[in-house]
């Protein structure tokens, strides 16, 4: 055994016979007073230089903290959602930071409320006013169920959604109102449906082209006054591009979706434009953007695709995360 004397500790014994340096406890019967709360430090009255430099800081909040939130549906009924949620403000150089919890607060508040665009704008106007901010943005993200129907075989089920509502309120007082929402659907590529045909009719080859599951992702900023639904935008996807994932499939359904695939071939060019289409004629959107993935089957790669609407000031077309579309 060595004779090196022990080094000292704080928290733990090096003696059983006698007690730590430091005693650690947890009372658990301690309820703070209103007095002992006026007496904790607050480090937002320190009079210390924030670290770095005092440059303004465009967004600082918090992200994926999450609640249960109601939201109504198009048919008016209302639908309770788990909810992943992004809050942030801008901080002016003069700031040293906000209370995060504050942000929290702003929703657990209205838990119970429904929430709608109205019900954003107020959370962020509460934002701006209790950390003197001149710009708050929110961005609620959850899986938003709608029921599909069989394409032959008369079933239902649920097809689950990704989508965003987004408010945000900019330093000229004006609150921008937005959604975002992804469609997955089945391209089958036209190139090689052509192929497959000139095999079987120049060599008589049994061929099958290739397809893929693909994904749209389109970001709307609604008119003033105006409101559109999460089932609306699938609609408009749907109508689109004919192919959706399908949920229920007996062999009839099976072979109605291959049917479809063969009538509605598509590039990825094809995919951006025909929903372009769609949402341009839609008096109620005053901005959009596109982006489409097709998870190619012929290539270790991807097709990709982004289109805008062209608003001044507006969305850029400059989406490059594809890796967020694979799906």
Same mark, same amino acid.
């Given at each position: 055994?060595?004779?090196?004397?022990?080094? *000292?500790?704080?928290?733990?014994?090096?003696? $059983?016979?006698?007690?730590? /340096?430091?005693?650690?406890?947890? !009372?658990?019967?301690?309820? $703070?007073?209103?007095?002992?709360?006026?007496?904790?430090?607050?480090? @937002?009255?320190?009079?210390?230089? #924030?670290?770095?430099?005092?440059?303004?800081?465009?967004?600082?909040?918090?992200?994926? &903290?999450?609640?249960?939130? *109601?939201?109504?549906?198009?048919?008016?009924?209302?639908?309770?959602?788990?909810?992943?949620?992004?809050?942030?403000?801008?901080?002016?150089?003069?700031?040293?930071?906000?209370? =995060?919890?504050?942000? @929290?607060?702003?929703?657990?508040?209205? *838990?119970?409320?429904?929430?709608?665009?109205?019900?954003?704008?107020?959370?962020?106007?509460?934002?701006?006013?209790?950390?003197?901010?001149? !710009?708050?943005?929110?961005?609620?993200?959850?899986?938003?169920?709608?029921?599909?129907?069989?394409?032959?075989?008369?079933?239902?089920?649920?097809?689950?959604? %990704?989508?965003?509502?987004?408010?945000?309120?900019?330093?000229?007082?004006?609150?921008r109102r937005g959604l975002v929402f992804d469609f997955v659907y089945s391209s089958a590529c036209p190139c090689s449906a052509e192929l497959a045909e000139h095999a079987r009719d120049t060599r008589d080859a049994y061929s099958i082209p290739h397809s893929?599951?693909?994904? #749209?992702?389109?970001?709307?900023?609604? /008119?003033?006054?105006? !409101?559109?639904? &999460?089932?609306?935008?699938?609609?408009?996807?749907?109508?689109?591009?004919?192919?959706?994932? %399908?949920? =229920?499939?007996?062999?009839?359904?099976?072979?109605a979706f291959a049917e479809l695939n063969g009538v509605y071939i598509k590039f990825v060019e094809d995919a951006v434009r025909a929903i372009f289409r769609r949402l341009n004629e839609e008096p109620r959107i005053a901005d959009f953007q596109i982006a489409?993935?097709?998870?190619?089957?012929?290539?270790?790669?991807?097709?990709?695709?982004?289109?805008? *609407?062209?608003?001044?000031?507006?969305?850029?077309?400059?989406?490059?995360?594809?890796? !967020?579309?694979?799906?």
């Amino acid at each position: 055994m060595s004779t090196k004397d022990k080094s *000292k500790m704080y928290l733990h014994k090096t003696d $059983p016979d006698q007690d730590a /340096a430091i005693q650690r406890s947890y !009372d658990d019967a301690f309820r $703070p007073s209103e007095g002992y709360r006026e007496s904790m430090p607050d480090i @937002m009255d320190s009079v210390e230089a #924030a670290h770095g430099d005092p440059a303004p800081i465009q967004q600082v909040g918090v992200s994926n &903290f999450r609640l249960p939130l *109601k939201f109504r549906r198009r048919d008016g009924t209302v639908l309770e959602l788990e909810t992943s949620v992004i809050g942030t403000v801008s901080l002016e150089a003069s700031l040293k930071g906000i209370n =995060m919890s504050r942000i @929290m607060r702003s929703f657990y508040e209205r *838990k119970d409320e429904l929430f709608t665009h109205e019900t954003v704008q107020s959370v962020l106007e509460g934002f701006r006013e209790r950390v003197e901010s001149l !710009d708050a943005r929110v961005l609620l993200k959850f899986n938003y169920p709608i029921i599909q129907g069989s394409l032959r075989s008369g079933l239902n089920g649920y097809q689950y959604y %990704q989508a965003s509502m987004e408010g945000q309120i900019g330093r000229d007082g004006v609150y921008r109102r937005g959604l975002v929402f992804d469609f997955v659907y089945s391209s089958a590529c036209p190139c090689s449906a052509e192929l497959a045909e000139h095999a079987r009719d120049t060599r008589d080859a049994y061929s099958i082209p290739h397809s893929q599951r693909s994904k #749209a992702r389109i970001w709307v900023t609604l /008119a003033d006054d105006c !409101d559109v639904s &999460f089932e609306e935008l699938q609609e408009h996807c749907q109508k689109a591009l004919k192919t959706e994932t %399908q949920v =229920m499939v007996k062999r009839e359904d099976e072979q109605a979706f291959a049917e479809l695939n063969g009538v509605y071939i598509k590039f990825v060019e094809d995919a951006v434009r025909a929903i372009f289409r769609r949402l341009n004629e839609e008096p109620r959107i005053a901005d959009f953007q596109i982006a489409c993935s097709h998870l190619e089957s012929l290539h270790s790669h991807d097709a990709v695709s982004v289109i805008c *609407k062209g608003v001044e000031g507006g969305f850029r077309g400059d989406f490059t995360d594809f890796n !967020d579309l694979v799906c």
